[in-house]
Nanobody
Framework: HLVESGGGLVQPGGSLTLSCSAS????????LGWFRQRPGMQREQVAL???????NTRESVKGRFTISRDNRKNMANLQIKDLKPEDTAVYFC???????????????WGQGTQVSVSA
């Protein structure tokens, strides 16, 4: 069970930290991902933090988005700085322990948190 929080209305250039709280055990063994769905667009991957691989961040947001995790607290965060209007989206976190041929099958999803960037 995943619950996102931290979204809101932010002015361009502002910052936010989104949090994802997970219930259950063995959180440290899960692959974690942040995704977003912008208005009228398909959901897209933003950043991945696989439990046994380096961080993978979408090229278009590198330098502005930072994914992290705290396994003791069963939490994952997505820090976003220098927000742009095109970052407006519903942001989702996801978790899974299943990876086949290097591709994660995302099994658990939160309900999403809305981030709106506008002056």
């Amino acid at each position: 069970h995943l619950v996102e929080s931290g979204g809101g209305l932010v002015q361009p250039g502002g910052s936010l930290t989104l949090s994802c709280s997970a219930s259950g055990s063995d959180f440290g063994l899960y692959h974690l991902g942040w995704f977003r769905q912008r208005p009228g667009m398909q959901r897209e991957q933003v950043a991945l933090l696989l439990y046994d691989d380096p961080i993978n961040t979408r090229e278009s947001v590198k330098g502005r988005f930072t994914i992290s995790r705290d396994n003791r607290k069963n939490m994952a965060n997505l820090q976003i700085k220098d927000l742009k209007p095109e970052d407006t989206a519903v942001y989702f976190c996801s978790a899974s322990r299943i990876r086949i041929d290097g591709i994660v099958e995302w099994r658990f999803w939160g309900q999403g948190t809305q981030v709106s960037v506008s002056a």
